[in-house]
């Protein structure tokens, strides 16, 4: 609510509040359908002061992702304490708060290209900025997995298990949008689920990631999400 005295902001201030405020309206639509006149009266400042603090929607857009980048890879850090498969379960909750707080502006996010504004003087230079936060992202959920792996030098099919995962994990949350057919706790255990099969489907090739496989599961509880895995394909199998 406005109190009719507003408070001079610093020009950092004022830069930060815009991104949330353009952060907040591409969370409920598309940034084509945002316009500078909403996202100023959203700030409570005229049209003309926003393109002071920043030269185009694209330049908004962009910093509105960036932030939005930042805090979807925090959500991949994980005290590296206690059972891996209870680990996964907390960043995939974390994960999926955000996707559902932020459903059009994770889909603007992992899209990339398509969700760059129209008004875009040099889309293609836009597009590669979009998709390099997203790798960002990518990369940054990689390397949290490894730490909770203890693994620095992961061999070829630990690698090829962690990224496919992650990009399962996105597929997963995209698809869910469209929709939400599928209760949303179900998903994230599904998804820690995911995560042992294709990690034990690789150990049954290679003995190295089988190592890896006995090493990583050493401590899961007879309740946790793995266990639980296990009990559910006995039971399919029997």
Do not use: C
């Amino acid at each position: 609510m406005t109190t009719g005295v507003r408070r001079r902001m610093g020009v950092e201030e004022r830069r930060q509040q815009l991104i949330g405020v353009a952060l907040e309206l591409f969370s409920q639509r598309s940034p084509d359908e945002v316009s500078i006149d909403e996202i100023a009266s959203a700030a409570g400042i005229s049209r003309p002061l926003v393109y002071h603090y920043f030269p185009g929607k694209l330049s908004l857009y962009e910093a509105a992702l960036k932030r939005a980048s930042e805090d979807l890879a925090a959500r991949f850090v994980e005290p590296h304490e206690g059972p891996l498969g209870a680990r996964l379960l907390r960043v995939m909750r974390r994960f999926f708060d955000f996707v559902e707080d932020h459903g059009p502006g994770f889909s603007a996010l992992m899209r990339g290209g398509p969700a760059v504004p129209a008004d875009a003087d040099r889309p293609m230079d836009a597009v590669s900025r979009t998709n390099a936060l997203v790798d960002s992202v990518r990369q940054a959920a990689y390397v949290q997995i490894l730490a909770h792996l203890r693994v620095q030098d992961p061999p070829a099919r630990l690698e090829l298990v962690v990224r496919s995962w992650i990009s399962l994990v996105e597929s997963t949350a995209l698809i869910w949008l469209d929709g939400r057919r599928i209760p949303r706790r179900e998903l994230e255990v599904q998804l820690v689920h995911d995560f042992a099969a294709l990690a034990a489907v690789s150990a049954a090739y290679d003995d190295e990631m089988a190592a890896l496989l006995r090493r990583g599961l050493g401590d899961e509880p007879g309740d946790g999400p793995f266990a639980d895995l296990v009990t559910r394909l006995v039971t399919l199998a029997s």
